[in-house]
C-alpha cells in the first residue's frame, strides 16, 4: 500500500558547506535530505521510502560543538510502500522452483508463493519449469500475478520486506 506520510529528520550541513546566501543553504539542506532519503531505504514502520514530495518546513539550524557542522530540524512529507495483511496487490515473476516461486512487486524483491498455496497450478519441469492448471493458465518468468498477502516481515539488518503470499481467493493469479 502507498502512504504519504510526514517525517521529522535532521540534516547535517558541514561547515565548508555553508554559504551567507540563503538559497544555497537552502539548496544544500535539500540535497542533503534527497542523499539521506535515498540512502535510508525502508523503516518498519513506514515500509520503503519513494519519494519526497514536500519540504514543509526547515527549522533554525543549531552549531555542533566540535566539528562546526549544522543540523537542521527538516519536516517533509514523502511517499512510502509497505505490504499489509490481506492486501492484493500484483508483482512479477523472477524464478521458479519446485515447491513455488519468487515475485517482484515494486520495491519487494522477496515474495514467495508456494504451491501448496495456488492449488489449482501444477508445477511442470524443464529447461523453463513453469506452473500450469486445467485452464492452460501458466505462472511462468515474467508473468504478472495477482495476489493476497498472507503475511510479511521486515529484515532490519537489510532493510527490506519479505512476504508470503497466495493465490486462493476470487480474481487471483496470473494477469493477462
Not at 537552502?26 to 542523499?35: A, C, G, V
Not at 512487486?105 to 498455496?117: M, T
Request: positive net charge.
Amino acid at each position: 500500500m502507498f502512504l504519504k506520510v510526514q517525517l521529522s529528520w535532521n540534516v547535517i550541513i558541514p561547515a565548508e558547506s555553508l554559504d551567507t546566501k540563503g538559497l544555497m543553504l537552502q539548496k544544500s539542506i535539500i540535497t542533503r535530505l534527497l542523499d539521506d532519503f535515498s540512502t535510508k531505504k525502508a523503516t518498519k514502520e513506514n515500509g520503503y521510502f519513494l519519494a519526497v514530495t514536500t519540504l514543509d518546513n526547515i527549522g533554525e539550524g543549531r552549531v555542533r560543538q566540535h566539528t562546526g557542522d549544522v543540523l537542521f530540524p527538516v519536516l517533509f512529507t514523502c511517499i512510502t510502500f509497505r505490504p499489509y495483511r490481506g492486501e492484493i496487490l500484483e508483482g512479477v515473476v523472477h524464478k521458479i522452483l519446485k515447491h513455488g516461486v519468487f515475485l517482484r512487486c515494486g520495491p519487494v524483491e522477496n515474495i514467495y508463493l508456494s504451491n501448496q498455496k495456488m492449488s489449482d497450478y501444477k508445477y511442470v519441469p524443464g529447461e523453463n519449469p513453469i506452473f500450469m492448471n486445467d485452464k492452460l493458465s501458466k505462472v511462468e518468468k515474467g508473468v504478472a500475478v495477482r495476489f493476497s498477502v498472507i503475511g510479511t516481515k521486515y529484515i532490519e539488518t537489510e532493510k527490506e520486506f519479505q512476504a508470503v503470499v497466495s493465490l486462493e481467493g476470487d480474481f487471483l493469479g496470473p494477469v493477462s
